[in-house]
T-cell receptor, first 114, second 110 residues
Framework: GAGVSQSPSNKVTEKGKDVELRCDPISGHTALYWYRQRLGQGLEFLIYFQGNSAPDKSGLPSDRFSAERTGESVSTLTIQRTQQEDSAVYLC????????????FGPGTRLLVL | EDQVTQSPEALRLQEGESSSLNCSYTVSGLRGLFWYRQDPGKGPEFLFTLYSAGEEKEKERLKATLTKKESFLHITAPKPEDSATYLCAVQGGSNYKLTFGKGTLLTVNP
């Protein structure tokens, strides 16, 4: 079956612009996660959605970052007023539920802020 | 706070030369330890999940083991196509997020 898909695959933007990244999880997966991978660093958790529960936003680095999810489907991660330190690969993952379940990752969106 | 440390940072092997990668972790209430493989420019690809000390899982040339403090990924008779970055992550406590190590970059020379 289809895996997690993300778009765009690459995004180049100018400092100060807003960007929107999209994630389509595996069909039927109720849990969805966003992570960030900066060069030379491990993956960092950003935000977690589970069904209709309030999202866990504890990993968002600043109020410039926000995310939404429509039901148990598509999610968008928005970064406002981008900064050069936002340059990274943004990875989305989904799982059947949250607890102890394997998270399956998409190919990522490579964001470069000039 | 959950912590994961992977060693070595990089490992270079000759084809057929077996070795092991280490993942040391601290977590409050382990829910699962996960191994992923990541190729350049791609997202992490799932390999194994381990849930309790003593558990072992195998897939082709890879075998993952788990103790209360660390996990090992054993690679037997590696081939050049095994070259990748191997990532270890834990999920613990009341969190559903994964905490990742920085990975081990494995290069297998023919």
């Amino acid at each position: 079956g289809a895996g997690v898909s993300q778009s765009p695959s690459n995004k180049v933007t100018e400092k100060g612009k807003d960007v929107e990244l999209r994630c389509d999880p595996i069909s039927g997966h109720t849990a969805l996660y966003w992570y960030r991978q900066r060069l030379g660093q491990g993956l960092e958790f950003l935000i977690y959605f589970q069904g209709n529960s309030a999202p866990d936003k504890s990993g968002l680095p600043s109020d410039r970052f926000s995310a939404e999810r429509t039901g148990e489907s598509v999610s968008t991660l928005t970064i406002q007023r981008t900064q050069q330190e936002d340059s990274a690969v943004y990875l989305c993952a989904s799982s059947w539920t949250g607890e102890g379940e394997t998270q399956y990752f998409g190919p990522g969106t490579r964001l470069l802020v000039l | 706070e959950d912590q994961v440390t992977q060693s070595p940072e990089a490992l270079r092997l000759q084809e057929g030369e077996s070795s092991s990668l280490n993942c040391s972790y601290t977590v409050s209430g382990l829910r699962g330890l996960f191994w992923y493989r990541q190729d350049p420019g791609k997202g992490p690809e799932f390999l194994f999940t381990l849930y309790s000390a003593g558990e072992e899982k195998e897939k082709e040339r890879l075998k993952a083991t788990l103790t209360k403090k660390e996990s090992f990924l054993h690679i037997t008779a590696p081939k050049p196509e095994d070259s990748a970055t191997y990532l270890c992550a834990v999920q613990g406590g009341s969190n559903y997020k994964l905490t990742f190590g920085k990975g081990t970059l494995l290069t297998v020379n023919p």
